[in-house]
Protein backbone atom coordinates (compact mmCIF):
# COMPACT_ATOMS: atom_id res chain seq x y z
CA UNK A 1 0.00 0.00 0.00
CA UNK A 2 1.11 3.49 -0.82
CA UNK A 3 1.60 5.95 2.14
CA UNK A 4 1.18 8.56 -0.48
CA UNK A 5 -2.30 7.47 -1.53
CA UNK A 6 -5.28 9.61 0.00
CA UNK A 7 -8.34 7.09 -1.35
CA UNK A 8 -9.92 5.77 1.42
CA UNK A 9 -12.50 2.91 1.42
CA UNK A 10 -15.86 3.84 1.83
CA UNK A 11 -16.50 -0.16 2.95
CA UNK A 12 -13.13 -0.94 5.09
CA UNK A 13 -11.92 2.68 5.55
CA UNK A 14 -8.28 1.22 4.62
CA UNK A 15 -6.42 3.81 3.07
CA UNK A 16 -4.89 2.86 -0.58
CA UNK A 17 -7.88 1.83 -2.73
CA UNK A 18 -11.59 2.12 -2.62
CA UNK A 19 -14.62 0.36 -2.31
CA UNK A 20 -14.43 -1.30 -6.26
CA UNK A 21 -11.05 -2.36 -5.39
CA UNK A 22 -11.79 -3.54 -2.11
CA UNK A 23 -11.19 -7.49 -1.56
CA UNK A 24 -12.81 -7.09 2.02
CA UNK A 25 -15.61 -6.59 0.58
CA UNK A 26 -15.79 -8.93 -2.25
CA UNK A 27 -14.96 -11.57 0.56
CA UNK A 28 -17.99 -10.48 2.62
CA UNK A 29 -19.71 -10.67 -1.27
CA UNK A 30 -18.95 -14.06 -1.59
CA UNK A 31 -19.60 -15.77 1.69
CA UNK A 32 -22.89 -14.04 1.87
CA UNK A 33 -23.44 -15.54 -1.61
CA UNK A 34 -22.34 -18.89 -1.01
CA UNK A 35 -25.00 -18.73 1.96
CA UNK A 36 -27.85 -17.08 1.11
CA UNK A 37 -27.30 -16.71 -2.56
CA UNK A 38 -27.76 -14.10 -5.23
CA UNK A 39 -31.33 -12.52 -3.51
CA UNK A 40 -29.41 -11.87 -0.40
CA UNK A 41 -30.19 -7.95 0.09
CA UNK A 42 -26.10 -7.54 0.35
CA UNK A 43 -25.08 -8.99 -2.32
CA UNK A 44 -28.01 -7.60 -5.01
CA UNK A 45 -26.81 -4.71 -4.19
CA UNK A 46 -23.59 -5.31 -4.93
CA UNK A 47 -24.00 -6.93 -8.51
CA UNK A 48 -26.18 -4.12 -8.96
CA UNK A 49 -23.51 -1.76 -8.30
CA UNK A 50 -21.30 -3.51 -10.96
CA UNK A 51 -23.73 -3.90 -13.50
CA UNK A 52 -24.42 -0.25 -13.55
CA UNK A 53 -20.25 0.68 -13.69
CA UNK A 54 -19.99 -2.12 -16.52
CA UNK A 55 -23.26 -0.35 -18.26
CA UNK A 56 -21.71 2.87 -17.97
CA UNK A 57 -18.70 1.80 -19.58
CA UNK A 58 -20.12 0.43 -21.88
CA UNK A 59 -21.52 3.76 -23.17
CA UNK A 60 -18.60 5.81 -23.04
CA UNK A 61 -17.78 6.79 -26.49
CA UNK A 62 -14.33 7.61 -27.68
CA UNK A 63 -14.25 11.28 -28.50
CA UNK A 64 -11.30 10.34 -31.40
CA UNK A 65 -12.96 7.81 -33.31
CA UNK A 66 -16.95 7.70 -31.69
CA UNK A 67 -16.49 4.41 -31.39
CA UNK A 68 -18.39 2.72 -27.69
CA UNK A 69 -17.16 1.28 -24.68
CA UNK A 70 -13.60 2.66 -24.96
CA UNK A 71 -12.45 6.34 -24.46
CA UNK A 72 -9.11 7.97 -26.30
CA UNK A 73 -7.14 5.96 -23.64
CA UNK A 74 -7.65 2.69 -25.15
CA UNK A 75 -8.73 3.53 -28.65
CA UNK A 76 -6.63 1.20 -31.32
CA UNK A 77 -7.43 4.10 -34.03
CA UNK A 78 -5.61 6.54 -31.84
CA UNK A 79 -2.77 4.34 -31.69
CA UNK A 80 -2.70 3.76 -35.49
CA UNK A 81 -2.58 7.32 -36.13
CA UNK A 82 0.20 7.56 -33.52
CA UNK A 83 2.14 5.51 -35.19
CA UNK A 84 1.45 6.88 -38.95
CA UNK A 85 2.94 10.30 -37.40
CA UNK A 86 5.78 8.60 -36.28
CA UNK A 87 6.43 6.74 -39.40
CA UNK A 88 5.91 10.06 -41.44
CA UNK A 89 8.24 11.74 -38.64
CA UNK A 90 11.08 9.45 -39.02
CA UNK A 91 11.11 10.25 -43.30
CA UNK A 92 10.62 14.05 -42.45
CA UNK A 93 13.46 14.56 -40.21
CA UNK A 94 15.60 12.39 -42.23
CA UNK A 95 14.81 14.27 -45.34
CA UNK A 96 15.44 17.82 -43.04
CA UNK A 97 18.81 16.45 -42.49
CA UNK A 98 19.63 15.49 -45.79
CA UNK A 99 18.36 18.89 -46.72
CA UNK A 100 20.46 20.95 -44.12
CA UNK A 101 23.82 18.89 -45.33
CA UNK A 102 22.88 19.81 -48.78
CA UNK A 103 22.82 23.63 -48.08
CA UNK A 104 25.94 23.11 -45.73
CA UNK A 105 23.94 24.93 -42.94
CA UNK A 106 25.49 24.48 -39.77
CA UNK A 107 26.95 26.83 -36.54
CA UNK A 108 29.08 29.17 -38.46
CA UNK A 109 26.89 29.53 -41.60
CA UNK A 110 26.46 33.29 -43.07
CA UNK A 111 23.19 33.70 -44.31
CA UNK A 112 21.59 36.78 -46.75
CA UNK A 113 18.13 37.62 -45.23
CA UNK A 114 16.37 39.96 -48.40
CA UNK A 115 14.59 42.41 -45.72
CA UNK A 116 13.51 45.61 -44.67
CA UNK A 117 16.28 47.40 -43.31
CA UNK A 118 16.43 49.75 -40.68
CA UNK A 119 17.21 52.50 -43.65
CA UNK A 120 13.47 51.43 -44.76
CA UNK A 121 15.09 49.64 -47.92
CA UNK A 122 15.25 46.30 -49.34
CA UNK A 123 18.31 44.59 -48.80
CA UNK A 124 20.46 41.43 -48.12
CA UNK A 125 21.04 41.59 -44.38
CA UNK A 126 23.92 38.99 -42.81
CA UNK A 127 23.06 36.84 -40.51
CA UNK A 128 25.55 33.89 -38.71
CA UNK A 129 23.80 30.60 -37.74
CA UNK A 130 24.38 29.52 -33.96
CA UNK A 131 22.58 26.63 -34.59
CA UNK A 132 19.45 24.53 -35.31
CA UNK A 133 16.58 24.07 -33.16
CA UNK A 134 15.86 20.54 -33.65
CA UNK A 135 12.71 19.88 -31.71
CA UNK A 136 10.63 22.12 -33.67
CA UNK A 137 11.44 20.27 -36.49
CA UNK A 138 8.16 17.86 -36.77
CA UNK A 139 5.98 16.27 -40.15
CA UNK A 140 2.93 17.43 -37.76
CA UNK A 141 4.73 21.14 -37.51
CA UNK A 142 6.01 21.66 -40.47
CA UNK A 143 3.60 24.38 -41.29
CA UNK A 144 3.14 25.85 -38.17
CA UNK A 145 4.18 29.37 -38.22
CA UNK A 146 5.89 29.46 -35.15
CA UNK A 147 8.58 26.26 -36.01
CA UNK A 148 11.43 28.44 -37.34
CA UNK A 149 14.17 25.84 -36.96
CA UNK A 150 17.51 28.29 -37.77
CA UNK A 151 19.14 29.98 -34.49
CA UNK A 152 20.82 32.55 -35.74
CA UNK A 153 22.04 36.11 -34.56
CA UNK A 154 22.66 39.49 -37.02
CA UNK A 155 26.48 39.83 -37.64
CA UNK A 156 26.03 43.36 -36.65
CA UNK A 157 24.78 42.18 -33.29
CA UNK A 158 26.07 38.50 -32.13
CA UNK A 159 24.29 38.69 -28.29
CA UNK A 160 20.89 38.42 -29.44
CA UNK A 161 19.40 35.46 -31.02
CA UNK A 162 16.68 34.98 -33.69
CA UNK A 163 14.61 32.41 -35.26
CA UNK A 164 15.12 32.47 -38.80
CA UNK A 165 13.19 29.88 -41.49
CA UNK A 166 15.63 27.75 -43.98
CA UNK A 167 16.64 28.96 -47.33
CA UNK A 168 14.61 27.54 -49.98
CA UNK A 169 16.34 25.53 -52.80
CA UNK A 170 14.21 24.60 -56.04
CA UNK A 171 13.32 21.09 -56.43
CA UNK A 172 13.59 20.74 -52.65
CA UNK A 173 11.77 17.66 -51.12
CA UNK A 174 10.78 19.51 -48.08
CA UNK A 175 8.99 21.79 -50.51
CA UNK A 176 7.41 19.57 -53.09
CA UNK A 177 6.59 16.07 -50.76
CA UNK A 178 5.50 17.90 -47.55
CA UNK A 179 4.57 21.36 -48.06
CA UNK A 180 7.09 22.74 -45.48
CA UNK A 181 6.65 26.27 -44.59
CA UNK A 182 9.56 27.23 -42.79
CA UNK A 183 11.23 27.77 -46.25
CA UNK A 184 12.02 30.98 -48.21
CA UNK A 185 13.54 32.56 -51.12
CA UNK A 186 14.26 35.48 -49.02
CA UNK A 187 16.81 33.49 -47.84
CA UNK A 188 20.71 32.22 -49.29
CA UNK A 189 23.63 30.73 -47.99
CA UNK A 190 26.31 33.28 -48.68
CA UNK A 191 28.94 31.07 -47.33
CA UNK A 192 28.53 27.30 -45.91
CA UNK A 193 29.27 26.45 -42.88
CA UNK A 194 32.01 23.71 -43.97
CA UNK A 195 31.37 20.93 -41.22
CA UNK A 196 28.40 18.82 -41.25
CA UNK A 197 25.87 19.22 -38.46
CA UNK A 198 24.92 16.29 -36.03
CA UNK A 199 21.31 16.01 -34.93
CA UNK A 200 20.91 14.97 -30.78
CA UNK A 201 21.03 11.06 -30.03
CA UNK A 202 17.93 9.82 -30.63
CA UNK A 203 16.69 12.97 -33.18
CA UNK A 204 16.67 10.55 -36.44
CA UNK A 205 14.66 8.22 -33.97
CA UNK A 206 11.50 10.31 -33.31
CA UNK A 207 10.48 7.72 -30.79
CA UNK A 208 9.99 10.56 -28.09
CA UNK A 209 7.93 13.30 -29.55
CA UNK A 210 4.69 13.69 -28.02
CA UNK A 211 2.21 12.85 -30.91
CA UNK A 212 -0.26 11.77 -28.39
CA UNK A 213 -0.53 15.28 -27.46
CA UNK A 214 -0.45 16.89 -30.78
CA UNK A 215 -3.66 14.82 -31.58
CA UNK A 216 -5.89 16.06 -28.68
CA UNK A 217 -7.29 18.51 -30.30
CA UNK A 218 -8.42 16.36 -33.28
CA UNK A 219 -10.69 13.77 -34.14
CA UNK A 220 -9.64 10.20 -36.81
CA UNK A 221 -11.19 12.33 -39.71
CA UNK A 222 -9.50 15.26 -39.27
CA UNK A 223 -6.43 13.19 -39.50
CA UNK A 224 -7.34 11.45 -42.49
CA UNK A 225 -8.84 14.10 -44.07
CA UNK A 226 -5.66 16.19 -43.92
CA UNK A 227 -6.96 18.47 -41.41
CA UNK A 228 -4.89 17.69 -38.65
CA UNK A 229 -1.65 18.51 -39.50
ZN1 LIG B 1 -11.67 -1.70 1.53
ZN1 LIG C 1 -11.79 5.24 -30.25
Not at 21 to 37: M, P, W, Y
Not at 108 to 129: A, E, S
Not at 134 to 161: C, Q
Not at 176 to 182: G, M, N
Amino acid sequence: MSWNNTVTCSYCRERGHNRRGCSDLKEEVERRRARGGDDDWFVAQYDERVAVAKARRAQRTCSFCQGEGHDRRKCADLTARIADMHRKNLLFRSAFLNYVHELGLGPGTILGYRRWTDGDQIGVVPYMVKNIDWKVVNWHTRRDYGSKPLITSLMSNLTESWHLPLPLLEGCLLRDVYRATFLTKSLTVLSPSGGTVTPPTGWLQADKVKYKKALKPYTKWDYDGGHAF
